[in-house]
């Protein structure tokens, strides 16, 4: 009998870098280091419908082999894989744990048949504290929390590098895509380095292009072309070394539901503070003042007061970045691991 069964979006032979695909490899590469690449079998759920049959069958040889079974599953995989596993867990009798990628899980089960199903894994583990007490409420009795995690290597407190000139890099580190608010943060810079009457800030933006949003970009890029550039795709267990010489992370996400963004990790790991909009579980993740500043969700106003407040005092985020390393311990994969009780 295998240890373990993981099943969820590898995409197998692309580089893929979304956070779904991230999140599922990095677990998966910490279990095959705890017990043995051999121990732990892979279902790969990418290519949609057309991969679907294969998936489900490979799934159903998981249950056969496999003590216990992982399943990562999104909006539209948990409604394939969440009736499928309560129902092969009856008959095989293996235990299942859900491992939730964001924070929109509360808020889709809500009037929804799947409730009843997911009731009946062993575990269902939640990003943030904010979606156990959603999921409490929905009458759950198996959901723990389990933060994101990712396994990085941090900086040394003698490696950090500390932005002391103008103009400071800010950087997002995210899929290139319009609602993780990319154009806001280029917009609120231009209006500061013309009030200012001088570039005070830089913006960087890392990460993989969204499929359909080519467009848009290529006429960002136009519009604000003295205020940001591409910087291109970073590979996940490159992050640090890209992200340390930036001053802060813009994190102006137009997704209330995110749970812990894997970008957020990073960029404690290379410590630099985080400046972000304050969506639904920002607290779970962002210590205010000690590790990045706050805007109300959706308010552009507020995040140039804030992005003003720094340009007057830059060394505000700066006394921020020996926190940012000391919390970037809390989220590595051998830790949330242990909470699933493999052993």
């Known amino acids: 009998m295998k240890k373990a069964a993981v099943i969820g ?16 490899k990095v677990f998966t590469e910490e279990l095959d280091r705890c017990f043995g690449e051999s121990e732990v079998l892979k279902v790969d759920t990418h290519g949609g419908v057309g991969s679907l049959v294969l998936a489900l069958w490979r799934t159903i040889l998981c249950f056969c082999k496999c003590e216990n079974i992982l399943i990562f599953p999104a909006h539209n995989g948990i409604r394939v894989f969440g009736p499928l596993c309560a129902f092969l867990k009856s008959i095989f009798h293996r235990k299942v744990h859900y491992v939730v990628i964001g924070g929109w899980l509360p808020g889709f089960l809500k009037g929804r048949e799947l409730v009843r199903s997911l009731k009946k894994l062993d575990g269902i583990y939640v990003e943030t504290y904010t979606m156990k007490t959603q999921m409490d409420e929905l009458g759950f009795t198996n959901v723990s929390v389990m933060p994101n995690f990712k396994n990085l290597t941090s900086l040394m407190e003698e490696d950090l590098v500390y932005s002391q000139t103008e103009p400071y890099q800010m950087c997002t580190f995210s899929r290139v895509m319009k609602e993780k608010g990319i154009e806001t943060a280029a917009e609120v810079i231009r209006l500061i380095n013309r009030e200012k009457g001088r570039k005070v800030f830089q913006l960087i933006v890392f990460g993989q292009m969204e499929p359909g949003q080519e467009q848009w970009f290529e006429e960002l890029k136009k519009e604000y072309t003295d205020e940001m550039s591409y910087g291109g795709v970073i590979p ?17 996400t137009e997704f209330y539901t995110e749970g812990i963004p894997g970008t957020i990790l990073d960029a404690y790991a ?36 804030l992005l003003d407040k720094v340009a007057m005092n830059p060394e505000l985020l700066n ?11 809390d989220f590595s994969p051998r830790k949330m691991i242990e909470k699933l009780k493999l052993w």
């Open 270 to 305: 290379a410590g630099i503070p985080v400046i972000a909009s304050k969506w639904e579980s920002f607290s779970d993740v962002v210590e205010e003042g000690i590790t990045g500043l706050g805007y109300t969700f959706g308010d552009k106003d507020e995040l140039k007061e």
């Open 9 to 24: 979006h590898f995409g197998f032979g692309k580089e893929l870098l979304n956070g779904q695909t991230i999140k599922t």
């Open 319 to 329: 006394s921020m970045k020996i926190h940012c390393l000391e919390r970037a311990a």
């Open 236 to 252: 996940y267990d490159k992050s640090v070394e890209a992200l340390k010489f930036c001053y802060a992370l813009l994190f102006p």
